[in-house]
């Protein structure tokens, strides 16, 4: 099925419903856990563009870039699950198969901490570069890794970037019950004649504005601004129609010490309030499938 634009969505008459807890706005931390899977010149013949500071000025290694990666790894990804823990809050990694088999002992820690592993692909890879045969084939085998690794089967996906096939192709996969390679709502939304149910994710709200070449963000304050802003819009928004919020971090932006006290103060921030849900995306998905069942598509 060739991808289909909508430009209507609910439009004025979105659905009324309460979130569980009766809540009027559900809010999805989203970790984008990564890190060892990026673009490598010698691995995939690409040099890594994000990060810290900008590319080399030729296609050879970047070992300095590298070694930012590793931070994630080493350091970082311990730190925000520490934070977690103390705020007891639940969060969606969407993690690649590649950076769970990196370090198995982090993979462990993320899901029994309770917490939800998202497939993100084998590698950090664009799908649209590939075949339909080919992404297929990359997409089996992340399901395989997670399930091996993880002892579960990943039930969301984001590419990052797919192709107009990787909504079909995850939809032939029996355990995905949702896509988040979306970001044009509010709400989740069922897509197409099968009804796949599409949780949208968020391109503003997230920390990745802090690297080159975005460089929007430049202070932990900064960014808590931009995060406190969205929600309060939303949190009034959500008294007439509930609302779905998602914050984007990765484990080598957030998992920095000048940098996550801004999830941290997010957090505190969003407890303050009456009528707020934080979730899983699996969680928001299974309540959306059992509360709405595809009257949307």
């Known amino acids: 099925m060739v991808y289909v634009r909508d430009f209507r969505g609910y439009g004025e008459s979105p659905p009324d419903f309460r979130w569980p807890g009766d809540s009027t706005l559900a809010i999805s931390l ?22 810290e ?9 970047d070992v300095g870039m590298e070694s930012v990666y590793e931070y994630a790894q080493r350091v970082g990804i311990w730190r925000m699950l520490e934070l ?10 969407f993690a690649t198969a590649t950076s769970l088999l990196l370090n198995p002992d982090a993979a462990r ?3 029994s901490d309770g917490h939800e592993i998202c497939d993100h692909g084998y590698r ?23 399930q091996k690794v993880t002892g579960k089967p990943p039930v969301g996906f984001y590419a990052r970037e797919p192709s107009e096939n990787t909504l079909d192709i995850v939809q032939s996969f029996e355990n995905f019950i949702y896509d988040s390679d979306a970001y044009n709502d509010d709400l989740p939304y069922y897509y197409g004649q099968n009804g796949f149910l599409i949780l949208p994710y968020t391109p503003d709200v997230n920390d990745f504005h802090f690297l080159y070449p975005m460089n929007r963000f430049s202070t932990s304050t900064e960014f ?15 008294k007439r129609k509930p609302k779905m919020m998602s914050v984007g971090t990765h484990v080598r932006i957030t998992g920095r010490p000048g940098r996550i006290k801004a999830l941290a ?8 309030h009456q009528g707020v849900w934080i979730a899983t995306r699996e969680e928001i998905a299974r309540f959306w499938l059992s509360n709405f069942p595809r009257l949307h598509a």
């Open 30 to 51: 989203v970790v984008n856990f990564e890190e060892g899977a990026e673009h490598s010149y010698p691995v995939d013949g690409i040099v890594e563009t994000i990060g």
């Open 224 to 238: 808590f601004e931009y995060m406190k802003d969205s929600f309060d819009v939303l949190y009034e928004e959500s």
């Open 124 to 146: 950090w890879t664009e799908l649209y570069r590939m075949s339909h045969d080919k992404e297929l084939e990359e997409i089996r085998k992340s399901v395989e890794v997670i």
């Open 265 to 272: 103060r997010f957090i505190d921030y969003v407890k303050e």
């Open 84 to 93: 977690f823990r103390a705020k007891g809050v639940k969060s969606t990694f």
């Open 109 to 111: 820690r993320i899901v």
């Open 53 to 61: 500071f900008g590319p080399p000025d030729d296609r050879v290694r």
